[in-house]
Structures are given as C-alpha cells and as structure tokens.
DNA sequence: TATTATTCTTAACGCCGTTAAGTGAGAAAG
DNA sequence: CTTTCTCACTTAACGGCGTTAAGAATAATA
C-alpha cells in the first residue's frame, strides 16, 4: 500500500524540479523577466501545474529567497562560533558576508529587500530567513557594546544604521551597474571601515 | 500664421497635462501600478494618444524624475551657498537633504535609484539629475577634505561610501514599511553622525 | 469492469505596453 | 468654394502577462 508515499515522492520531486528550474531562470534573468508560462515550458509542463505546487509566482520566489538566506544565515552563525572572541572582528567580517551575499545572489537579494516590498506583495520581512540573518548582525553589536569595543546609546538604532549602509552599498552594486564605481572591494572596505571607526569607542 | 504657434502651444499643454495627472498617480500609486491605459483614462484621451509625446512609460516617467531631482539639487545648491564657510555642516545638512528628498518623492527616488536599474530599461543615471545631486555631496566631501575636518585617502571612495550609505537609509526606509525600525529621525540622524564620526579626523 | 481520486491540460479572463492602420477636422492650395 | 493635404487622435489588434474554472486523462480502488 505505499502508493499513497510514491505519489507524494513524485509529487515532491516535481517540486524540486519546479524549484530547480526556477532558481537558474531566476539567477539568469531577474525576477521579472522569468514568466510562468516560460519556467513551465522549461519543465515540460503546462503553466497551471505549477499552481499545483505553489500559491502563485510570489511564493515560488520566496522560497527559493528564504533557501538562500538560509545560507547566509549558517555562514553567519559559523562565523559567530569561529570569532566569538573578538566581537569587533565578528562585525566586520559579518558586514563582509552580508555583502558577499548579496553580490552573490543578486536576484534572490533584490527581491528580498529591494523588490519585494514595492510590489504589494504579502511578503512579510518579519520570520523570514531575512530577518534571521539581519538578528545575527545585531547580536553582534550587542555583544561589541557589551564588551565596550563600541559605544552608542541605542543598540537598535546603531544596528539598523549599520544595516541600512550596509545593504546601501549592496544594493547600489547589484542596481547601478553602470555607475563608475571606484573598485568593488575598496567601496566595501571603506563603507566597513567608515562604520566601524564611527562607532569605535575612543 | 500663428497657426503653427497656436497648435505647438496647444501640443505642449496636452504634454503638461499628461505630465501632471501622470505625477500625481505616479505619487500616489507607484511606477507598477499606473498603467498607460489608466492614465489616458483620467486625461481623457486614447492610451494611444500618450506616445504621441512620450516614446514610452519609462521616458515618461524619467521626465517627472528629473524634475523632481532638478529640486534636489537646487536644494543642495541653496544649501552649499548658505553654508560654503562650514563645509561639514553642509555636508551633514546635504545628507539630511538627500534622505529627505527620498522621503518625500518616494515613487521618484524608487525608480530612479531602486527600481531602474534592475528593469532592462535603456534608462542611464549617467548625465541625469540623479547624478548632478551626487555630484554635491562629492564637493562637499572634497571641500572638507581641503580644510582638514575629513580624513581619507580617497575622495571617489569616500563619497560613494558616504553615499551608499545613505541610500541604504532612504530606500529601506522606503521600502520596508513593515520592518519595526526605530523612529524614523533617530535612524536617520544615527547613520549620519556614524558617517561623520567614521570619516573625521581625529 | 465500473467507480473514484488525482494529475495535468485546455481555454479563457482581464490585465498590460505598444503599434499599424485608419478617421476626421481643419488649414492650405487650387 | 472645392479639393487636397496635414496632423491630432482613435480603433483594433498583437503578443505578452498572472491566474483560474472546467474538463480530460490517467491510475488506483472497489
């Protein structure tokens, strides 16, 4: 009687299928170039099937989104362990691969905080593996404040600071591809090291 | 003969109109949900009737943008005037300017410098208004570099430092209206002051 | 073999930006 | 005064989109 678990297995692997197929399109082409009916011809299937396994195109992408920040979030916690003595390095090499990140997943980072709230999506930021990753990084300065590397008077504000130039520099190197930029990395480094020096305590 | 004058003039006051009604639905609905057919609607004309004065959407919606960057920089011009003695508070004042201006032209700062880039548009930051406000914040860094109150070893580094930074903060704020940020004037005057205290000289 | 689930497709709805072709009013030319 | 021409404007369509209602096909159960 294990028909019921080989239907369900099927039906899992074409979601992964559909999920597979989706994470190149969407790396290859940005979000809103891939159709629903283009990832279907892609996957040999017809457009509605794919509402079989999905509510719409929204959460298809954000799962793929929350699959990433995932990642980013495991990189962070390993960072974290590694650098658990030295708050300060922590931070910075946090900021280094947030940043990272993004550049990496230029797609999947532009839906989550750059897209995703223009549109009138339901996206919701709070519980999202987005915000997972952003709590990290105020663990951080918690833990820099604490340790009396950094000074502020409000741990919130200081981390969102910290993440609003952060996600500045990302976003403006994934969009404005066009700009002159000075060199990738020395933007990075500057940005990181302008922060830090900024909340230094003297 | 003043025919031709007479339908120029009539030409350009249907440009107007459609420049205005487009503004205020822009502003009031976003760049993605303003279609061309609505828009012809409220003026009363053929959707058709649009491309007649606009080769698109995109172009359309660059004119308005420009104009409202022209503002910013004329803001920021008025500013470096009045503060040409003090080159750090006009690079504070210009930053608070700079976020301001987002704050209130949202729809215009999202497409400008959210939103463009990552549509395929043929739309080029290079020469646009977006670019001449830049542009001041350039000065001002350099200007307190020349008096000693900054220190770096790149101007082009620093400003774009400085400036990705504060995008960071214009466009989360406006983007991400569901995140539970700290007061809005407390983010905006914590990232400046770590922008200022990170490049100061000490 | 007949019935029932389940999977998947066809066809459509109502949008979208854009364009080719045509209409109709008014100016210019005869 | 009539014809020709210009030019603003519209109608109708193309090919796309995300999504859904209704039905066909397939495979498991009775």
């Known amino acids: 009687m294990g028909v019921r678990e080989r239907r369900e ?7 992964q299928e559909i999920l597979d197929a989706a994470r190149e399109m969407f790396f290859e082409e940005g979000y809103e170039n891939v159709s629903m009916r283009k990832l279907a011809e892609r996957i040999e299937y017809s457009p509605t099937t794919i509402y079989l396994h999905f509510k719409d195109k929204a959460e298809l992408f954000n799962q793929l989104c929350d699959e990433s ?15 658990s ?15 990272d990140f993004g550049l990496k997943h230029p797609h999947h980072y532009a839906v989550t905080f750059i897209l995703a709230p223009t549109r009138g ?3 919701q930021f709070q519980g999202s593996a987005g915000e997972r990753a952003f709590s990290y990084m105020r663990g951080a300065v918690a833990l820099c404040v604490a340790k009396g590397e950094l000074q502020t008077a409000d741990i919130d504000a200081t ?3 910290i993440w609003a130039s952060i ?8 969009t404005h591809k066009d700009f002159p930029f000075v060199p990738k990395n ?17």
Chains 1, 2 share one sequence.
């Open 69 to 83: 920040f995932a990642k980013l979030a495991l990189r962070l916690e390993k960072l974290q362990k590694r650098l």
């Open 186 to 202: 020395k933007l990075i480094e500057e940005t990181i090291e302008m922060i830090v020096r900024g909340l230094q305590t003297r």
């Open 9 to 15: 297995r099927q039906k899992e692997e074409l979601r």
């Open 159 to 161: 981390a969102q600071a």
């Open 121 to 123: 999506d339901d996206y």
């Open 167 to 174: 996600h500045g520099v990302t976003s403006l190197l994934i």
């Open 85 to 99: 003595r030295d708050p300060l390095a922590f931070l910075r090499e946090g900021l280094r691969a947030y940043i």
